[in-house]
Each structure stands twice: as structure tokens, then as C-alpha cells.
């Protein structure tokens, strides 16, 4: 499903949001309290939701608390995950551990180091806000070890970009203000970015960013391509390709069907059908076809126009990825497909 923007549909809490509110939760409990039916954190931007405790547990030396997480109306993987945390005295300092469905960072190029759980920097800081908060308010050295899990994790993750971006064995505990927006076009991009850095992190000197599944198989499989050469790019072509001229890689293929390679040749850098529109007027003086200023989808003036539509369009395209990437030492190549998977053009 592709994100829109959306403004009156409800929000939700990020992983890191959950997580902090689970830390919070188990460390009033270990350190002398009760378990609280409800606990109160306080995002980056100065929001103080509340969350219901969903799961208590405790024992020698430990307690841990979890929170079921709510993603609003946005179409999350993780919207119902039970977020737990574990909590327990450390050795010095605050340790972050991934326990089961929590994954472990195995690629560079993401926020934290290789080796380390996949728990990102800004959930880190808030749960280190919470174990400084605490430690005052109870007289204790700040010396605590988090360990993260969400049951049926590591399937949940099958779902989402981590196994592209080397993250094994989870999901990862996101989020930069705590809030997840629905639909939201910027965590998409977002994704995009990272898929670039682990790009480069680890050398590879060719990525593809593609349409949808039908043109990502076709283009990896046509390069001989490693999964996380495979960039989500979806409808997002400028996210991509703006955030590849000023972090480049030595060659970019683009791939997707037809329509959208049509925006994009007409210069469009987001392909939703929401959000751009092929205009076929311009098409029909492009290949002095007056037919197809009449036709309604860009299939439909394919089979008046048929090979030398795709080959103007993968032409033109091109030469819209090429301005966009500007001065950037990047290669650049399109490859065009139809529906079936069949290899409709390419422009090099």
C-alpha cells in the first residue's frame, strides 16, 4: 500500500515510544514500586502521552513491563506488537540488549554500530531519560541493562525493509519524535535514505530503486543484484534520487512500469496517482501522434504507440534522472517493464 497524506486520520506512537513507556514501567517496579496500570512519558517535542501497561513480569533481580502498540490509522506492521521491556541492574551505565523479535545490526552504514541491537539513537536518549529520572527520584546509581523484545518480531520483520538493510533476527525500535503520522510519506523516504547509506556503508557500486515487486524481480534479476542493492523507492523517485545526488553511488538503475515512467519522464518526482498525472497532450506532440491525446492511461497509448512510446519514454526519463542528479558521479540507466514482467525498453 503506498502512503498518503492524510491529516484527519488519528495518530499513533513509534516502537521507541512503546519501549520507553515499557523501561518505565518495569523500573518503578524493580526499584520498590508497583507495577502502574498506566505510565506518562515525555516525547522529544515535549508531548506526554500516556500508556496502558499491558504485561507485568518480575522476578530475582528483574522486572519488565510491556505496551501493545497503537499506530493510529497508519497501515504499520507493528500496529498491535506488544513492545517488553526487561530491566535489570548493569554493570555501569545503561546497556541496551535485543532479546527475541528484536533485531541486531549486521550491515554499516545505519545510526548504530554493527553488532549492536537495532534500538536507533532517539529511543536510546528518551530511555536513558527515563533511567536518569528514576535513578534521582529513587536514589539510585543510573546502572541498568534494557533488554528490548516483541514476541513474533522476527516474523513481523519479514514485512518491513530490515532484512534488506542487514538487520537479522527483528524489528527495530524506531522512531525520531515518537509519534507515527499516518500515512506518512516521510517515514517511506526515510527508509530510502537508509537503504542508500547501507549502500555505501558496504561498498556496492550498484543500487536500483523500482516501482513496485513486478520491476524490482525483473531488474534484479537482469543485474545479478543483492538485496540490499534493492531500494524501496515505490513512487518516491525524487526522495531517491535527490538524497543519491548528494550521497552517491557509482550507478542507479530505475525501474517500473510504463505510467509511472511516463511521469517521470514528464518530470513528476512523485509517481501516486493521487499526487501526478501523465498528460497526454504533451505525449501525443512528443511522438506526433495526435491519436494519443485522446487516451486515458499510459497503457492505452502503448498499444497505439507500442516500441517507440517506451523507447521515448525511457529516453526521456533518463534524462529526468540525469537533472536530478545533477553533477553527482552517478551512472545512470532505465529500464522499462509491462505487467508481465517482459522487458518493454532501456535507455543508458
Known amino acids: 500500500m503506498r502512503p498518503a497524506q492524510a491529516t484527519s486520520l488519528r495518530r499513533g506512537w513509534t516502537t521507541g515510544a512503546c519501549a520507553t513507556a515499557a523501561t518505565k514501567a518495569a523500573l518503578m517496579r524493580l526499584w520498590g514500586g508497583a507495577f502502574p496500570e498506566a505510565v506518562g512519558i515525555t516525547l522529544p517535542k515535549g508531548e506526554r502521552p500516556v500508556f496502558a501497561v499491558a504485561h507485568r513480569a518480575e522476578g530475582p533481580g528483574w522486572a519488565e513491563a510491556g505496551i501493545v502498540k497503537d499506530a493510529g490509522d497508519d497501515p504499520d506492521v507493528t500496529h ?123 561498498g556496492l557500486a550498484h543500487v536500483a530503486g523500482c ?33 543519491l545526488a548528494r550521497h552517491p553511488v557509482a550507478h542507479i538503475t530505475i525501474g517500473g512500469g510504463i505510467g509511472k515512467m511516463l511521469k517521470l519522464a514528464q518530470g513528476a518526482v512523485d509517481l501516486h496517482s493521487g499526487r501526478s498525472q501523465a498528460d497526454f497532450a504533451v505525449l501525443a506532440d512528443r511522438l506526433g501522434d495526435a491519436r494519443l491525446s485522446e487516451v486515458n492511461t499510459a497503457l492505452e497509448a502503448y498499444e497505439i504507440a507500442g516500441e517507440k512510446m517506451a523507447t521515448v519514454v525511457a529516453t526521456d526519463a533518463l534524462e529526468r534522472v540525469r537533472t536530478l542528479l545533477g553533477p553527482a558521479p552517478v551512472a545512470a540507466d532505465i529500464v522499462i517493464i509491462d505487467r508481465a514482467g517482459r522487458i518493454l525498453a532501456r535507455a543508458s
Request: proline share 8%.
Open 80 to 202: 498491535g506488537a506488544l513492545i517488553v521491556a526487561r530491566v535489570a541492574p548493569s554493570a555501569g551505565g545503561v546497556v541496551f540488549r535485543a532479546g527475541p523479535g528484536v533485531g541486531t545490526v549486521t550491515l554499516p552504514g545505519l545510526p548504530v554500530p554493527v553488532g549492536d541491537p537495532a534500538i536507533n539513537p532517539v529511543p536510546r536518549a528518551m530511555m536513558d531519560e527515563v533511567v536518569a529520572e528514576l535513578a534521582a527520584e529513587h536514589a539510585r546509581a543510573p546502572d541498568v541493562e534494557i533488554t528490548l523484545s516483541v514476541p513474533g518480531g522476527e516474523t513481523i520483520a519479514e514485512k518491513t525493509w530490515n532484512p534488506r538493510l542487514g538487520i537479522v533476527g527483528g524489528l527495530s525500535i524506531l522512531g525520531t519524535t515518537g509519534v507515527v503520522r499516518p500515512f506518512s510519506c516521510a517515514a517511506w523516504i526515510a527508509s530510502i535514505h537508509r537503504g542508500i547509506d547501507v549502500a555505501r556503508a558496504g
Open 211 to 243: 516501482t513496485g515487486a513486478t520491476s524490482e524481480r525483473v531488474v534484479q534479476a537482469l543485474y545479478g543484484l543483492p538485496d540490499h542493492a534493492m531500494l524501496d523507492m515505490g513512487d518516491f523517485a525524487g526522495g531517491l534520487l535527490k538524497y
